[in-house]
């Protein structure tokens, strides 16, 4: 079915909303205030309480509106459909518009603040049009042995030859390991780990090509160097593993995270931190810095490799002063040894799910006095900002990165203070 409909908002997850005979009907590829033709998405009938859709023809077009730079991510109408860049459409100061509204809505529905959040543009993106950002990227093989993406809708995979969001240097490794040639097992997973030369050194063998998980070129442990408050952090990652995607994020993240925890220390000669859900330690090293050997810590993380990579990464820099943790957060958190067990701040990045009401209530037990939150779903940061108001934290700064372009996917960092009143 198609109808005509006038777009009224921003809604979730890269949709707008707009009204059908008074029914919702959530649509992809639209922008408040546009008139546009929608396929509604199959199957839907009279009792839904919503539909969803997606635009087939824009007939009065916001002035955000900008005509796909990756076409194949576009409307399934109009030759696209593969999905991966759902803001395709969208002008990159309109990005910045959207995801800004998104976090505000969120966090007055779910976190009852009412707030503005400055959002930043990583550097290079608007030169790039919010393309070749990604140092990751992930493809299944056709039944042809290609790499290839599903069409929205469909059990169709479209081949593909390059991917627009990815980085320059990771296309450069696609193209000199023959990538797009395909030869793959069909229904194998192909990923690509390429991390950014920033200091313009040679790729060289740091980069990895995995199938189903096996390095079949390249190297299993990548290095990745992030500088951080003037000093070069070096890492040790697993390629299958997570690191922070985008080209910059690592760089605009860390030195957010630094700023705030040093701002909240405000010159202590001694302090002891938490890093949950640290990873490989991209914020666990340059905090164990911090105020010289007089920093205590606890990180903890789910991932048994990460945290292997982690604690390498800190022998490398002769830090001794931190208890690397391999376990699940809220069980980790239940047997806190004693000189670790009353942090001063506590840094936590949880996976899109968020630290949840358990979790927040073990940091409130510990009585630290500030909390620094790197949150990738603005609706869990929300949630988690209600439980911890009523455990007794403010919310005291919030910024957004824009860490996905051509994505509605937005990084925030909030810092939340203990509340003397
Ligand atoms: C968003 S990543 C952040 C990693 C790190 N801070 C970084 O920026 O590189 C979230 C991490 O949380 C870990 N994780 C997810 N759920 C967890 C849990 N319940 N307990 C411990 N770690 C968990 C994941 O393995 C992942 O490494």
Not at 112 to 130: N, Y
Not at 244 to 252: D, G, L, T
Not at 330 to 337: C, E, G, P, Q, W
């Amino acid at each position: 079915m198609e109808s005509t409909i006038r777009i009224e908002r921003y809604a979730d997850q890269g949709r707008c909303v707009g009204h059908i005979d008074g029914r919702v009907v959530f649509v992809r590829f639209a922008l408040p205030g546009e008139l546009v033709r929608v396929v509604l998405d199959e199957p839907h009938d009279r009792e839904d309480r919503f539909w969803t859709g997606e635009v087939s023809e824009v007939l009065e077009a916001s002035d955000d509106r900008v005509d796909p730079v990756w076409p194949l991510a576009g409307p399934l109408a109009m030759g696209g459909g593969v999905g991966g860049a759902d803001l395709v459409h969208v002008s990159l100061p309109g990005q910045l518009e959207w995801k800004a509204a998104s976090i505000a809505e969120q966090m007055k529905r779910l976190g009852h603040v009412d707030i503005e959040v400055p959002i930043e543009r990583m550097p290079e993106d608007e030169a790039e049009r919010g393309l070749h950002w990604r140092t990751r990227i992930e493809m299944i093989a056709d039944d042809e042995g290609r790499p290839s993406m599903r069409r929205r809708g469909t059990h169709v995979r479209v081949p593909i030859d390059t991917m627009p969001l990815a980085s320059r240097a990771l296309l450069e490794v696609a193209e000199k390991e023959h990538v797009w040639d395909g030869g793959f097992t069909p229904g194998s997973q192909i990923r690509l780990a390429v991390p950014e030369p920033r200091d313009g050194a040679e790729i060289a063998g740091n980069y990895a090509v995995l199938v189903n998980g096996e390095v079949t070129s390249g190297d299993r442990e990548l290095v990745e160097k992030v500088m951080v408050c003037g000093r070069e952090f070096e890492y040790g990652v697993d390629s299958g593993g997570f690191w922070q995607m985008h080209r910059h994020a690592p760089i605009a993240l860390t030195n957010h995270v630094m700023s705030l925890v040093r701002g909240e220390l405000d010159g202590a000669a001694s302090a002891c931190l938490w890093d949950l859900y640290s990873g490989s330690g991209l914020f666990t090293l340059p905090l164990a810095t911090l105020s010289a050997e007089r920093v205590r810590m606890l990180s903890v993380e789910g991932g048994k490799t990460a945290v292997k990579h982690a604690q390498r990464n800190l022998r490398a820099i002769h830090m001794g002063n931190v208890d690397a943790r391999t376990g699940d957060v809220a069980k980790t958190l239940a047997n806190v040894r004693n000189d670790l067990s009353k942090p001063d701040v506590v840094v936590l990045d949880p996976p899109r799910a968020g630290a949840r009401a358990k979790v927040c209530g073990q940091i409130a037990e510990s009585g630290a006095r500030a909390v620094v939150y790197i949150a990738c779903d603005p609706a869990s940061l929300a949630r988690d900002t209600a439980t911890l108001t009523r455990l007794g934290y403010a919310l005291a700064d919030i910024r957004a990165f824009d860490i996905y372009p051509s994505t509605h996917h937005v990084e925030t960092v909030a810092l939340f203070r203990k509340d003397v009143r």
